[in-house]
């Protein structure tokens, strides 16, 4: 079973708060009772409360890398090539029959930090539950955020798991509870999404977040109760989402600040720095780089229509670059993230008007669903929709809208997996294999 290493250093320095690591390990390691877990969970201070906050947002950064390029080399979306890790083009892609590997660092590192998140968010919770230097009205923000958080890191890794499930219940790290399927981990993070906003109604927010949850800033700042629902609801509509519940993605958008006319880029984003004890954006790579190499795969090219801008997400490069040659070879960088303090997005508003028109697809109202694929389409110097009025075409052009507006963002591969289309998927290299799911890692001891 998964037993989180049972300590949690948190510390300041240069203003800035940094979490200890929450090493996903054997059940016999360490002990849970040490002073600086039970400083945080008997009685805190509102101020070591607010540095648990700040530390759960810049931990729930690490290994995003990874888990971007896991889901994207699977969903082939671009391909990783690294001379010293054979993995990405390997075992990653399905070479020769060959299945994923559980206790491989592409699996490891993304479902570990994603439990760290999960971990500090737990401890938040508990020690709002027993702090007595917090009103109750406080104490109802700090849940709020926490079971917030801790429903976003458990999606991102049920993404990577899919049937084969999560643990959900990892309060007590004696004694965590089962791995739920997928459906039903999905309605357990719903629920907690729901729960939270319960919790924030009536709340008062004492803590400071990053400026990626202030779209436009550039300095952190208090948000407001009304702020942090509407990211709830952001999160919410994308589970709804991938539950099929076209009405509560509809209903979680209503709670957002979803604007078909609005900027597309308005959202909530993962930021980065070079400040002493901060980290920077380790999806960056630069333009024709060799040995550590991030390319598009030559399908996102071959198939974007002509004119349509997000090929501008994948810049030539200078000479091709190539990995088991000549079996898998790109031209083109992938130029997301252009720097290494490029934010990465969590949710912005064009993903919530293609939540938006995926769900009135899904309920037949198409006029509604083209309005919005329109919205996207001449954002991107693209004609109106002008293909079949059904389910079938319009989903279609969605998950294409989909994998150019989103990409590299970590959406493509779920995106086909949920509609039944992973068959679609290109392989340029005879014999890999298209997977569906991550197995459970080995340390999970099932």
């Known amino acids: 079973m998964i037993i989180m290493k049972k300590s949690f250093i948190i510390y300041l320095a240069a203003g800035m708060l940094t979490t200890g690591l929450f090493s996903s390990c054997k059940k016999e390691i360490g002990s849970l009772n040490g002073p600086e877990i039970e400083d945080l969970t008997t009685n805190p201070t509102r101020f070591q409360l607010n540095n648990v906050v700040i530390g759960t947002e810049s931990g729930i950064r690490t290994a995003l890398d990874f888990y971007l390029d896991a889901v994207g080399v699977v969903g082939?979306?671009?391909?990783?090539?690294?001379?010293?890790?054979?993995?990405?083009?390997?075992?990653?892609?399905?070479?020769?029959?060959?299945?994923?590997?559980?206790?491989?660092?592409y699996l490891t590192n993304p479902w570990n930090a994603r439990y760290r998140g999960v971990k500090a968010c737990?401890?938040?919770?508990?020690?709002?539950?027993?702090?007595?230097?917090?009103?109750?009205?406080?104490?109802?923000?700090?849940?709020?955020?926490?079971?917030?958080?801790?429903?976003?890191?458990?999606l991102l890794n049920l993404n990577l798991t899919y049937t084969n499930g999560i643990r959900v219940d990892v309060a007590d790290p004696d004694n965590p509870g089962p791995f739920l399927n997928y459906e039903e981990s999905l309605k357990a993070i719903w629920d907690m999404l729901n729960e939270a906003v319960?919790?924030?109604?009536?709340?008062?927010?004492?803590?400071?977040l990053s400026e990626g949850f202030f779209y436009g800033t550039?300095?952190?700042?208090?948000?407001?109760?009304?702020?942090?629902i509407q990211f709830n609801r952001a999160i919410a509509a994308r589970v709804a989402l991938y539950r099929k519940d076209w009405p509560g993605a509809l209903t979680a958008l209503n709670g957002t600040f979803f604007d078909l006319n609005g900027?597309?880029?308005?959202?909530?984003?993962?930021?980065?720095?070079?400040?002493?004890?901060?980290?920077?954006?380790?999806?960056?790579?630069?333009?024709?780089?060799?040995?550590?190499?991030?390319?598009?795969?030559?399908?996102?090219?071959a198939d974007i229509i002509p004119g349509d801008d997000p090929i501008a997400k994948a810049t030539l490069r200078t000479n091709p670059a190539s990995a088991d040659q000549p079996a898998l070879v790109s031209n083109r960088d992938v130029w997301v993230y252009t720097s290494n303090l490029a934010p990465i997005p969590i949710i912005r508003n064009e993903e919530f008007i293609l939540i938006y028109a995926e769900a009135k697809i899904r309920?037949?109202?198409?006029?509604?669903?083209?309005?919005?694929?329109?919205?996207?389409?001449?954002?991107?110097?693209?004609?109106?929709?002008?293909?079949?009025?059904?389910?079938?075409?319009?989903?279609?052009?969605?998950?294409?809208?989909?994998?150019?507006?989103?990409?590299?963002?970590?959406?493509?591969?779920?995106?086909?997996?949920?509609?039944?289309?992973?068959?679609?998927?290109?392989?340029?290299?005879a014999g890999d294999t298209i997977f569906d799911k991550f197995p459970i890692p080995l340390t999970e001891g099932q």
């Open 76 to 105: 082939r979306e671009m391909y990783r090539f690294a001379s010293s890790e054979p993995r990405y083009v390997q075992s990653l892609m399905g070479k020769d029959g060959q299945g994923l590997d559980n206790n491989a660092f």
């Open 122 to 154: 737990n401890i938040l919770i508990e020690g709002a539950t027993n702090s007595t230097s917090i009103t109750q009205e406080q104490r109802k923000g700090y849940l709020g955020f926490a079971k917030t958080i801790k429903a976003y890191q458990l």
């Open 198 to 208: 319960t919790d924030f109604n009536g709340s008062v927010i004492e803590y400071t």
């Open 218 to 228: 550039s300095s952190p700042a208090k948000p407001t109760v009304a702020q942090m």
């Open 263 to 301: 900027d597309l880029k308005k959202g909530y984003y993962h930021v980065f720095s070079t400040r002493p004890s901060d980290q920077t954006n380790l999806a960056f790579f630069r333009q024709n780089a060799s040995g550590e190499v991030r390319v598009a795969h030559p399908s996102f090219a």
């Open 363 to 429: 309920t037949f109202s198409y006029p509604d669903a083209i309005v919005a694929l329109n919205r996207i389409r001449s954002a991107h110097n693209l004609t109106p929709y002008a293909g079949a009025i059904n389910e079938n075409a319009l989903i279609t052009d969605l998950l294409y809208q989909r994998r150019y507006s989103l990409f590299f963002e970590g959406h493509r591969w779920v995106d086909v997996r949920r509609n039944d289309r992973l068959a679609t998927l290109p392989n340029a290299r």
